[in-house]
């Protein structure tokens, strides 16, 4: 693999504070091409609205045959980038594959995607839809198993499309982002959409070296829907707004939240660590009067993100003697439930899970996680997107890709455990989560209300609040899964992945910086003097 070199897109562009930064990445010895017939073919696609300047740069690129990473916030409008790569390879007459980290979000594309495009397959690990279709849309696990197999529709495929890149960090599964990357052919174009990532310049560098490609980066810090946070503090008055939808910090109402904690310092000592026990009475008892609160002011829809399934299940049966459908939406629930479930056996249809979520569903109450059936989890999403559900229970997966914009966002805590540590959300966690918020077209600004039931200090509120989002890291490791897999791929061995891997080019990267350093240190042991040094030595 040859060198890279990165130039800048363009120079800034500003529309009604809608910025855009652009980079280019390039192979050193890449020939720009003459892109006049290009640039003035008709588009693939066109759209009712104008384009917002990101998108405008994106398209070109795709228009021009080249890779792009789009990384925006949540609902800034990065689908329309796939959108157009799909159009442009069914008027191409080439395959496309559409990846996604979960089979739910897999499944909303995949409905999405149908009603504009008709030619349209699903594969997941539980369904297959129309696997001839010109345009799949797979999890990326799928899409890798493919790729180790050799199967004949990878000839095809002109475009991936690969949906929440910024996942590729995720220790556990981001190694299959890394391995489909690496096994897809010189000749595929790429569209990758991520949440804002920092390092998105390394990233595109990466493809540029690996597959001998240009990979251009348009990123936009714009958020079409601003956002209003506001602080809960356990046993307060009410809401504190700690950030307004210009950015400011109010750190008098920060202060004013903190004050009203009802805690021991035991009991804060305990919480750091993560030993102390969440009063799940008390906290069920605030999140009462919050939800009530949101629903009396017309702030719904409203999603609640905890970091338990367990969570997710004892907050909803604890807001169920609440009720926001009146009888045409409950019939309506009815009407969509009992369709989807026709599909279960008559023994599925009795199962705890699916007889007591109707009574919920029907009051205007749901609950998404991994624990529950999938078809349970795709009723819950269509009965959102109807506007039939107007508090929904979820954990952070639910935050991940899925088109679910709410007007309102409440997370349970601000702490979790991540396999290791008891430790405060991060700040690309917060944005990840937070972006569902804000309704672009619909609101006018997003809510996001933190449930506190500890102090926290106001550099540690900031860090989370304005924090950058987390750069994307390379998580690869070699696995007995990986090694068994090798096997299958005729002139491939595991030495190949590794040296490939987004880890492997990150430390290559850094190596001119440490060579330097090291030179820099010797240089200066061999100024230093040691006065009277015969006698030291002596």
Known sequence: MGGVRVEALGSQVAEGGKSVIGYSAYPIDWVKPDYTEMDERAPAKSYPFKLDPFQQQAVRCVERGESVL???????????????????????KQRVIYTSPIK?????????????????????????????????????????SMLYRGNEIMREVAWVIYDEIHYMRDKDRGVVWEESIILLPHNVRFVFLSATIPNSQEFAGWIAKLHRQPCHVVYTNYRPVPLQHYIFPQGGDGL???????????????????????????????????????D??????????????ILERGYDPVIVFSFSKKECEAYALQMARLDFN???????????FFNAIDSLSDEDKTLPQVEAILPLLKRGI????????????????????????????????FSIGINMPARTCVFTATRKFD??????????????????????????????????????????????????????YSSYHISYNMLLNMLRVEGADPEFLV????????QESTAPALEAEAVELERQKKEIEVPDAEATEA
């Open 70 to 92: 789009v990384a925006a916030h949540t609902s800034a409008g990065k689908t329309v980038v796939a959108e157009y790569a799909i159009a442009k390879s069914l008027r191409d």
């Open 104 to 144: 739910a979000l897999s499944n909303q594309k995949f409905r999405d995607m149908q009603e504009e495009f008709t030619d349209v397959g699903l594969m997941t690990g539980d369904i297959t839809i129309n696997p001839s279709a010109t345009c799949l849309i797979m999890t990326t696990e799928i899409l890798r």
């Open 240 to 278: 504190h707004l700690v950030v307004d939808e210009k950015g400011r910090f109010r750190e008098d109402n920060f202060q004013k939240a903190m004050s009203q904690l009802q805690i021991s310092p035991e009991e804060e000592e305990l919480a750091k660590i993560g030993k102390k026990k969440k």
């Open 280 to 293: 799940k009475q008390k906290v069920g008892s605030d999140l009462y009067r919050i939800i009530r609160l």
């Open 326 to 336: 009146d009888d045409d939406e409950k019939e309506l629930v009815d009407q969509v």
């Open 366 to 397: 749901g609950i998404h996680h991994g624990g529950l059936l999938p078809l349970l989890k795709e009723i819950v999403e269509i009965l959102f997107q109807e506007g039939l559900l107007k508090c929904l229970f979820a954990t952070e997966t």
């Open 419 to 472: 396999g290791k540590d008891f430790r405060w959300i991060s700040a690309g966690e917060y944005i990840q989560m937070s972006g569902r918020a804000g309704r672009r077209g619909k609101d006018d600004k997003g809510i996001v209300i933190q449930m506190l039931d500890e102090k926290m200090e106001p550099q540690v509120a900031k860090d989370i609040l304005y924090g950058e989002a987390d750069p994307l």
């Open 499 to 506: 040296r490939c891997s987004f880890h492997q080019y990150q």
